[in-house]
């Protein structure tokens, strides 16, 4: 049931983003400790089922990730993840992260 768009972002300093949509049925592993997100593109509910482990996954400055990342993430999701208009969220990502961390 449902679509999803799954994401994460690797490490600096490239934070490279990878996406995928999945459907019913298919499978998607996340990097331990690296900055990810699931959004729900569907018209109908999603269910997804997550394990986690408890592995030290360092550090990851997390605006340089997320407003940072190359290809960026699309503002649709970030306005809504963080409850922001999508203008302030195409505002932080068109700012150089990386000299701003």
Same mark, same amino acid.
Request: charged share 15%.
């Given at each position: 049931? +449902?679509?999803?768009? *799954? &994401?994460?972002?690797?490490?600096?300093?490239?934070?490279?983003? *990878?996406?995928?949509?999945?459907?019913? +049925?298919?499978? *998607?592993? *996340? /990097? %331990? &400790?690296? %900055?990810h997100f699931q959004f729900n593109i569907g018209h109908t509910n999603a269910v @997804? !089922? @997550? &394990?986690?482990?408890?592995?030290? /996954? &360092?550090?990851? !400055? !997390?605006?340089? @990730?997320?407003? +940072?990342?190359? /290809? @960026? %993430?699309? /503002?649709?999701?970030?306005?809504?993840?963080?409850?922001?208009?999508?203008?302030?969220?195409?505002?932080?990502?068109?700012?150089? =992260? =990386?000299?701003?961390?």
């Amino acid at each position: 049931m +449902g679509t999803l768009l *799954f &994401g994460f972002v690797t490490s600096n300093p490239e934070n490279c983003l *990878f996406t995928k949509v999945l459907n019913k +049925g298919d499978v *998607f592993v *996340f /990097p %331990i &400790g690296l %900055i990810h997100f699931q959004f729900n593109i569907g018209h109908t509910n999603a269910v @997804a !089922i @997550a &394990g986690l482990s408890s592995q030290n /996954p &360092g550090v990851i !400055i !997390i605006a340089n @990730a997320v407003f +940072g990342s190359d /290809p @960026a %993430i699309d /503002p649709d999701v970030l306005s809504r993840a963080f409850q922001l208009d999508k203008n302030v969220v195409k505002n932080l990502q068109s700012r150089f =992260w =990386w000299e701003n961390n």
